[in-house]
C-alpha cells in the first residue's frame, strides 16, 4: 500500500492506525511506483518520475532496439489516413501478425506517465486501431522512436 500526504505527522498517525488493524511492514519512502522511478529532491520541493526502463523495454519488444531516434512525432510529411488500411486479404493478412494494439497501448501509457509530448500523434496513430494498415503502423513506431529519443526525459513535478 503506498501512502501519500502533505503531512508526516498526518501519515505517520495514518500508520500507526492501520498497524493496530493489519499486519504491517513499513518499507519507507517509495523509489518505484507502476514501472516509474521516483526521485525526490526535498530541497528544492521536486519530484521526479522517469520511465527509462519502461521505454526500453517498449522498444525491445517491439524489435524497435536498433531504431534511429527522431525528434517529432509524426511530423507534417507524415499523413494518415483511412485509405491506407488494408483492402486485400494479403493485407489483413499480413497486419493481422502486427501487434498494433498492444503497440499503442504501450504509448499510450507512456504518453499519460511521462511523455504527453506524443500525446498528439498517440491521438492519430490510435484512431486507427480497428483495422490498421501498414503506414499506421509505421506511425506507432515514429512514435516509438520518439520515445526513444527522450527515454531519458523526466517529468518534474514542483512542490505548490
Known amino acids: 500500500m503506498l501512502i501519500a500526504g502533505s503531512s508526516i505527522e498526518e501519515i505517520n498517525n495514518l500508520k500507526k492506525q492501520l498497524s493496530k488493524q493489519f499486519a504491517m511492514k513499513d518499507l519507507g519512502p517509495t523509489k518505484q511506483i507502476l514501472g516509474m522511478r521516483i526521485i525526490r529532491d526535498k530541497a528544492n520541493g521536486t519530484l521526479k518520475l522517469s ?3 519502461y521505454v526500453k523495454k ?14 517529432t512525432p509524426l ?3 507524415f499523413r494518415l489516413t ?21 503497440a499503442i497501448g504501450s504509448l499510450m501509457y507512456a504518453m499519460v506517465c511521462t511523455r504527453p509530448n506524443i500525446a498528439h500523434a498517440v491521438g492519430v496513430v490510435s484512431s486507427y486501431m480497428s483495422n490498421p494498415g501498414k503506414q499506421h503502423w509505421r506511425g506507432s513506431q515514429v512514435d516509438s522512436e520518439v520515445s526513444k529519443r527522450y527515454f531519458r ?4 513535478l514542483h512542490r505548490s
Open 75 to 77: 511530423g507534417s510529411h
Open 58 to 71: 517498449i522498444l525491445s519488444r517491439f524489435s524497435m532496439d536498433e531504431a534511429k531516434p527522431v525528434s
Open 82 to 102: 483511412k485509405d491506407q488500411s488494408p483492402k486485400t486479404e494479403q493485407e489483413q493478412a499480413y497486419m493481422s501478425k502486427v501487434p498494433y494494439a498492444s
Open 153 to 156: 526525459h523526466i517529468s518534474l
Open 51 to 53: 520511465q527509462t526502463e
